[in-house]
């Protein structure tokens, strides 16, 4: 499989060159920050009219890494929709299409920063979710451990190309964001940076999954 | 002839001056709807654009603005105050002048639109602005006339098609409004006129004044065989400086300005006072440059572009042009820098960097002479400026479509545009022109039940209106000092994340170290080492033009090689001998093998961006084939290509259809689209830069249009940024107009040169600078590689 493997909380866990994270002991999928609904969301505020494609294009890649893992529990990270109108606004078609993903399996939607209700799509909704030896959150605590988290967008760049990325250490994982229409932090940004010992490593997103030291 | 109202007559009678005739032509043509007047830099083209008004106000005294005059730069506007309130404040005029831009204090601003002066001196963005509010027609309800000064440069860009659509807008709020275009010598003088207005428009060519006396700068040493920034003429340049009062020494790049500027303050032992100037230097910095300028405490400044244009800066005796000058018009401006006395020649040398642009540079100088100007044809006006434009007539209230697009085809940049092309622009500002239509929330405008288009939401204007402008701003960061705020200047973002801490670069003249990228700025400290080690940034690449790149071919044909030192004729006349010399009307391949790989030299003589773009088109038909194509590196003139199977038959290389099918499916993927979609979706409004108030969350909220260009291109491949995206590349990164103008003019005839050694035109395409590898699987396999190696460094492989 197309996977960066590490251990981590003692436990091994497989990162997709999509920017999903799959945990093969729970049959767990983990993605964070889908922000569907984004452009809908812009375009409500009189913003830009930006092309309505990103809901489409995440479920289509989400969809793809649940084919290819067949978890039983799918765990969203977080910001999964861009604000709470931009779930309610979702169309029928990802209405339907989310519905079918989550037929047959634990769906678990994390609350995030730009999606603080719950969710009227089926699932749980929870603030965060324990799962020992991990624990899945949205945004990272300081001095948490086994902790699985996002919110922070990290990117790094390698080789003249600048990816997404998942940074780990021996405390936390932080997970890219996996919506088309997300932006990224530098891993050098202090946000990141003072979150994460020394050695922490990158890995970023793609065709293969590239491992660096996490830029500091 | 036209004479002066008595008060205008005694002010130019006890300066002791009269005025030009061309400018008394002027004053005789005051009552005429257009007029274009081309005359040299030292011209007294403004003053000759000012004189009607000054007589109307002079003889008929009104209230209200009258004169509109507008000008590419914001401190050519500030200039033109000072230039005139001298002389009505002599001449004791009631007329008052102001100057509108950026820097204008929003206070001055609202009391400027409540109460115009006489003379209003602005920049097409500042026009722009004042057209999207509601009160424009009250603005411009007396207005007579328009001077557009510099249009030469305005018509360059997309700043000139936004111009026109706001004169167009003007024209509707003050009908029989006159306008005067002021301009710099250009080869196509009517052609200008037909985009200054689609109403007559009669051409006033000034007397172009004594020919320049131009030639190239004579050596100790020979260029050398590749590279650019002649840094082997130091001290001849020097010597040259030394001779003459001031001198401005032009460069193509900022990159080689500050390279040359570094050696020649090395190789200044008598510290003669020497500035550099160029856009990337911080604001302040360069004022203080300007300052010394005029003060004349400076022999010479070191500059690119940035003084191309308009401030008039006195004593200047000489320019040297280092550096092919690629094009022959840019070339005469920046002569027309040297003597602003009118009818003095103008004094220049030519500094060629290498051995091809001797070849250049002489013909360049027969071409200045022969009076010879290139250009090429403006296209038809931007669809991405004119979806701009409608939003800001939205912002100053509702339209009628039908009136509008009768307004905007009045322009002459947009006489020919089709009704559905507008459509499509209304249709995308109002709805976003999605194949996709799922949401009544995506509207910006919407029809009200007469059938005029208004904004859906009122507030919207803030944002249209922080988003005026057509002048793309590349990604840059400012670089600092360590422990100062002031900032030293600007480098691009791509080149400050390619700097590893240590690396020694060149900034204003400084060699600098790179300590650390900071969140919005780069940190350096002083560096006492000599030699930078890195120093390329910002390089704007020019092309050499089609007619120069024409007369390159016809001069290495003559008989006669004397007009060029003898070091290049003996290269000509050894490359014949040992190969052939390119032709005009025949493409030129010459295959040799070098250091274990098959070589391939191709002399298209196409310009350096279509050169660029026909080796990835090539090395595609070779990847095709097997022949393993590994790289390439192109200029101006030729492009070599090194591989692992020599090519037997080069024929199929240029084959129209297969260039093109190879074009389609490159196009896309290719970096130089998104970099062009990046700028059409700005100024089409997609990606506002700016946004009211402070940004709602961190930095990861925005992303970059790469990502919106990938999921147009997924989902709806028809829309019209696209479109437009794939039009503005073809003409402008892609260059594929020059690659059809080679195809047309050499028709399939290849001349094929088989050897066994570098041929002496391919020798100096082995020191160039700029080597590509050809893309492929081979791309993800270096970037793993250095993933490997950072993580052995680390100790964490």
Redesign the interface.
């Known amino acids: 499989m197309n996977a960066h493997v590490f251990s981590f909380a003692g436990t091994d866990l497989h990162f997709l060159g999509t920017g999903a994270l799959y945990w093969p002991a729970r049959e767990l999928l983990c993605v964070s920050d889908l922000h569907l609904g984004r452009s809908e969301r812009f375009a409500r505020r009189a913003g830009a009219l930006l092309p309505p494609y990103e809901t489409r294009d995440t479920l289509t890649r989400l969809e793809a890494a649940i084919e290819m893992t067949e978890p039983q529990i799918v765990v969203c990270l977080g910001d999964s929709f861009d604000d709470h109108a931009a779930q309610s606004g979702l169309d029928d078609v990802a209405r339907l299409w989310l519905i079918r993903l989550m037929a047959g399996r634990r769906w678990v939607w994390i609350e995030g920063n730009h999606d603080p209700g719950p969710v009227d799509l089926g699932g749980t909704h929870m603030a965060e979710l324990p799962e020992p030896p991990l624990t899945f959150r949205h945004i990272a605590r300081v001095g948490a451990a086994g902790e699985i988290s996002g919110h922070y967008h990290p990117k790094a760049r390698v080789a003249g190309r600048t990816r997404p990325c998942l940074v780990h250490d021996s405390d936390r994982v932080i997970l890219p964001a996996f919506g088309t229409y997300t932006g990224g932090l530098r891993t050098d940004d202090a946000a990141i940076r003072d979150l994460m010992r020394d050695e922490a490593i990158a890995v970023l997103t793609g065709p293969r999954p590239l491992t660096i030291p996490m830029p500091r | 002839m036209t004479s002066l109202p008595p008060t205008l007559q005694d002010w130019f009678d006890t300066k002791g001056w009269s005025p030009h005739p061309h400018q008394l032509d002027m004053l005789g043509r005051g009552a005429d709807p257009a007029t274009l007047l081309i005359a040299p830099t030292g011209g007294g083209k403004t003053l000759a654009g000012f004189l009607p008004t000054l007589v109307e106000l002079i003889e008929k005294p009104q209230g209200g603005l009258h004169t509109l005059y507008i000008s590419p730069l914001k401190a050519l506007a500030a200039d033109m105050r000072r230039n005139l309130t001298g002389p009505i404040a002599e001449m004791d005029l009631p007329i008052r002048v102001e100057d509108r831009s950026g820097d204008t204090s929003q206070t001055r601003k609202k009391a400027q639109r409540a109460d115009p002066p006489h003379i209003l001196l602005t920049t097409p963005e500042s026009l722009a602005l004042l057209i999207s509010y509601e009160d424009a027609p009250r603005v411009f309800a007396k207005l007579e006339r328009v001077v557009v000064d510099e249009l030469h440069a305005l018509a360059a860009s997309k700043r000139g098609d936004q111009l026109m659509l706001c004169l167009a807008r003007l024209e509707t709020l003050r009908p029989g409004l006159r306008r005067v275009g002021l301009s710099a010598t250009v080869e196509d003088p009517p052609a200008l006129a037909r985009f200054f207005t689609s109403a007559p428009c009669p051409v006033l060519e000034a007397d172009p004044g004594p020919d320049p006396d131009i030639r190239m700068l004579a050596t100790k040493t020979a260029p050398p065989w590749s590279g650019g920034g002649g840094v082997y003429a130091m001290d001849d340049v020097l010597e040259a400086v030394r001779q003459h009062k001031t001198t401005l020494i032009f460069h193509n790049t900022r990159a080689q300005a500050e390279i040359f500027f570094h050696n020649l303050w090395l190789a200044n032992d008598e510290a003669l006072p020497i500035g550099i100037h160029h856009g990337s230097l911080a604001r302040d910095q360069r004022q203080k440059v300007e300052a010394a300028m005029v003060a004349g405490a400076l022999r010479a400044i070191v500059c690119t572009g940035t003084l191309d244009l308009g401030l008039d800066w006195g004593d200047v005796d000489l320019v040297i042009q280092v550096g092919a000058p690629k094009n022959v018009k840019r070339l005469v401006q920046r002569i027309g820098r040297a003597n602003h006395r009118y009818n003095a020649p103008s004094k220049a040398l030519l500094v060629p960097a290498n051995r091809w642009e001797v070849i250049e540079c002489q013909a360049a100088i027969e071409a200045v002479h022969a009076r010879d100007l290139d250009g090429a044809p403006r296209g038809p006006g931007p669809r991405d400026v004119l979806c701009q434009h409608i939003l800001i007539t939205a912002c100053a209230g509702p339209f009628d479509a039908e009136a509008l697009f009768a307004e905007v085809c009045a322009s002459g940049a947009y006489a020919t545009l089709a009704r559905a092309d507008f459509n499509a622009c209304l249709d995308f500002v109002a709805?976003?022109g999605?194949a996709?239509r799922?949401?009544d929330?995506?509207?910006?405008l919407k029809q009200r039940p007469d059938g005029r288009w208004q904004l859906?939401?009122p507030?919207?204007t803030q944002?249209v209106r922080m988003n005026i402008g057509t002048i793309q701003d590349t990604d840059t960061l400012k670089v600092r000092m360590r422990g100062s705020r002031a900032p030293l200047g600007e480098v691009e973002e791509g080149f400050a994340?390619?700097l590893t801490p240590g690396d020694t670069f060149l900034m204003g003249g400084k060699v600098v170290r790179f300590e650390s990228?900071r969140?919005m700025h780069v940190e350096v400290s002083r560096e006492r080492g000599r030699q930078p080690k890195v120093a390329v940034f910002n390089g704007t690449k020019f092309a050499t033009s089609t007619q120069l790149s024409a007369r390159i071919l016809r001069l290495v044909h003559r008989a006669d090689l004397t007009a060029l030192p003898n070091h290049t004729a003996d290269w000509i006349v050894l490359q014949k001998t040992v190969s052939h010399l390119p032709q005009t009307g025949r493409i030129l391949v010459e295959s040799f093998p070098h250091d274990g790989c098959a070589h391939t030299c191709i002399y298209g003589f196409a310009g350096r961006g279509a050169m660029q773009t026909l080796s990835l088109l090539v090395t595609r038909r070779m990847e095709e084939r097997g022949l393993g194509p590994l790289g390439f590196v192109a200029t101006d003139y030729a492009t070599l290509i090194w591989g692992l199977e020599p090519v037997e038959d080069p024929g199929f290389l240029f084959d129209r259809d297969g260039l093109i099918d190879g074009l389609e499916t490159w196009l896309g993927e290719n970096a130089l689209m998104k970099r062009s979609f990046k700028s059409v979706a700005n100024i089409a409004?997609?990606?506002?830069r700016n946004f009211p108030g402070k940004r709602a969350s961190?930095?990861?909220?925005?992303?970059?249009s790469d990502?919106?260009y990938d999921?147009?291109r997924?989902?709806?491949p028809d829309?019209l940024l696209l479109d437009i995206t794939r039009e503005e590349a073809m003409r402008g990164l892609i260059d594929f107009g020059r690659i059809e103008e080679m195809l047309t003019r050499t028709r399939g005839r290849v001349d094929h040169v088989i050897t066994d050694r570098i041929t002496p035109f391919a020798a100096p395409l082995f020191l160039e600078p700029g080597r590509i590898p050809v893309e492929g699987a081979g791309r993800?396999a270096?970037?793993?590689a250095?993933?490997d190696r950072?993580?052995a460094e680390?100790g964490?492989g």
């Open positions: 709805t976003g999605y996709l799922a949401y929330r995506w509207q910006r859906r939401d507030r919207a944002l994340a390619s990228l969140e409004g997609l990606t506002p961190g930095r990861q909220a925005t992303f970059s990502i919106l999921t147009l997924r989902y709806d829309h993800e270096l970037a793993q250095e993933a950072l993580m680390a964490l």
